[in-house]
């Protein structure tokens, strides 16, 4: 059979291409036969004059359409591929027609439509036309989701370096938030379940399942230790072995841990298990020590503290200071100062929302704490050694040897109430808690000469601490006797004792004279218990005064006011 020129087949085949109806869906793809796919080519029933046609259409086709992308039944295929754009349903349907008939074409039997083998051939022409537009909009398509895929990862071939090198920092940055979400997260998760009750174990030993009341007197007889223990086997014996019951009887006799002898509880509002873990660092002389205040020349302060507040004595003023959160340091700028004195303030107390102070020039003063309200009246012939008050009276001590009753009412300050004559100087003096305001009674008989008390606190209305010249520590009850303490402790260094400080159950504190030295006693034996020396050979000074709290112990000294700190040692 002769081949029809390459042009009037070309012709030929793009008419038939109109002419000829939707061919039957081949049953391997959409290509047809067994041949791979997208070819269009050789079916089984192939031969070789078929093949020839396909070649001379194929070359037809390149020197008419060159370029164009479009024959035959894909001509309404507009999705190149280069600019990733679907086809319109038209022209896939059209592009699909092309496809279709293509593999019909492919396999070369002309009788199956009553065609000739050169029909047979031009539909093998369109086929290929078909499958060549179906191959551009598969093509098309892939790239065109690619781009898509690129554009919106952010990952452009042409991005500059430096936006990657932007990119990776903001990856860091995610990763590091990431992790930091993490890591709250896990914290959030622990603290909640913290803060869940911890329910009672239904399995376990009978003990467990005793009554609380039950087990709250069955734990009351074991020792610090064995609560301890406890607490590590669950959490539900661990909040139970938390219970204040439990440690109040550990915490009565532990070292300065909020009780007073007589069981007062001075801070409900501190779980007594955390106390009782303080104590522990004052038993075993555990602290950290810091300065909290320094001077240019050398003084000598008193001090008191009221809540978040310290009040200390500077020359002839008064400062308060409040405390920052950790109690081991203050804010700079005071909260107020308190003036009136001529010469250097030797003591001062806190009563009544009233600052009542002892000055040098022999004078009281009287501040109100939260105003400015001042007074200030001429009480001794010389100095003002020592002030008490209690119940809206005032006491005082003077070098001149006489101790004085004032009233505390606005309307009768500066009237003495009444004079008590002494053979010798006053430097200490204490209100008794009955308040009877007159002399009861001498104590001791038997002092050496310049046996002087600097410092005397009274415990109970019948039992109160002393020290001074003589280095010891005594304990009296007016009880037993008013001639002979019931108990002394003797500072080991022979130093004169400036002041003390009682918890008011087992710890003592005492203030040397030699290289500030602050010693902790426990009242319940003779030897000292641990010594901290505050200063060295050059700046020996004494302590003039000191107080304490459960967590922290201040002393002032001549040039600094020092903190022992018990709670974070």
């Not at 009444?418 to 200490?428: A, F, L, P």
């Not at 034996?525 to 201040?554: E, I, K």
Request: aromatic share 6%; with cysteine; charged share 25%.
């Amino acid at each position: 059979m002769v081949s029809p020129p390459p042009g009037a087949a070309a012709v030929a085949a793009a008419r038939a291409c109109v002419r000829v109806g939707l061919a039957p869906r081949p049953l391997m793809g959409s290509q047809g036969g067994v041949g791979p796919a997208g070819n269009g080519g050789p079916g089984e029933g192939e031969s070789g004059e078929t093949r020839k046609l396909q070649e001379e259409g194929r070359a037809a086709r390149g020197k008419r359409r060159k370029g164009k992308g479009k024959a035959g039944a894909g001509q309404g295929g507009k999705g190149s591929g280069a600019e990733g754009k679907p086809e319109p349903p038209q022209a896939k349907e059209e592009t699909g027609l092309g496809a279709e008939a293509g593999p019909s074409a492919g396999l070369g039997k002309a009788g199956e439509r009553g065609g000739s083998v050169e029909e047979g051939a031009r539909r093998l022409v369109r086929g290929d036309e078909g499958s060549a537009g179906t191959r551009k909009e598969a093509k098309g398509r892939d790239e065109g989701k690619k781009e898509e895929w690129r554009v919106r990862t952010g990952r452009r071939e042409d991005a500059r370096p430096a936006r990657a090198q932007g990119r990776g920092g903001q990856a860091w940055g995610r990763l590091a938030g990431t992790r930091a979400a993490m890591a709250t997260a896990a914290e959030e998760k622990a603290a909640a379940a913290a803060r869940e009750p911890a329910c009672r174990p239904a399995a376990g030993p009978a003990l467990l399942r005793l009554p609380e009341e039950l087990l709250l007197l069955i734990f009351s007889y074991l020792d610090m230790q064995a609560l301890g223990r406890l607490a590590q086997v669950c959490r539900w014996l661990r909040r139970f072995t938390s219970c204040d019951l439990l440690w109040r009887r550990i915490a009565r006799a532990s070292l300065n841990s909020g009780f007073t002898r007589l069981g007062t509880d001075l801070m409900a509002s501190v779980p007594v298990k955390e106390r009782v873990k303080i104590s522990q660092n004052w038993r075993l002389g555990r602290c950290r020590e810091g300065i909290l205040l320094k001077w240019r020349c050398s003084q000598m302060p008193w001090m008191q503290l009221e809540g978040d507040s310290l009040y200390i004595s500077q020359a002839n003023f008064i400062l308060a200071y409040q405390f920052r959160p950790d109690g081991a340091s203050l804010n700079r700028r005071p909260l107020g100062v308190f003036a009136g004195h001529d010469e250097d303030v030797c003591h001062f107390v806190l009563a009544n929302s009233h600052i009542i102070s002892a000055g040098g020039d022999g004078k009281i003063g009287i501040h109100k704490i939260h105003s400015t309200f001042t007074v200030k009246y001429s009480a001794h012939e010389q100095e003002v050694n020592c002030v008490d008050c209690k119940g809206g009276i005032i006491v005082s001590g003077s070098r001149d040897r006489t101790a004085k009753v004032w009233p505390l009412a606005s309307g009768r300050l500066g009237q003495c109430l009444h004079t008590i004559q002494t053979e010798d100087r006053v430097w200490s003096i204490a209100i008794s808690p009955l308040l009877s305001g007159q002399l009861m009674t001498h104590l001791g008989s038997d002092f050496p000469p310049g046996a002087g008390v600097l410092d005397v606190m009274y415990e109970s209305p019948s039992t109160l601490l002393s020290c001074g010249y003589d280095t010891y520590v005594r304990y009296w009850d007016l009880r037993a006797s008013t001639r002979k303490c019931v108990m002394e402790w003797e500072e080991p260094h022979d130093s004169t004792l400036y002041c003390l400080q009682t918890d008011g159950n087992h710890l003592l504190a005492t203030g040397s004279s030699y290289y500030g030295v602050v010693r902790l006693w426990d009242r319940r034996q003779r030897a000292c218990l641990h010594a901290f020396p505050l200063t060295s050979t050059p700046l020996s000074s004494p302590v003039y005064c000191l107080r304490f709290t459960t967590r922290h112990l201040y002393a002032a000294l001549s040039y600094n006011l020092h903190v022992l700190d018990f709670q974070n040692p």
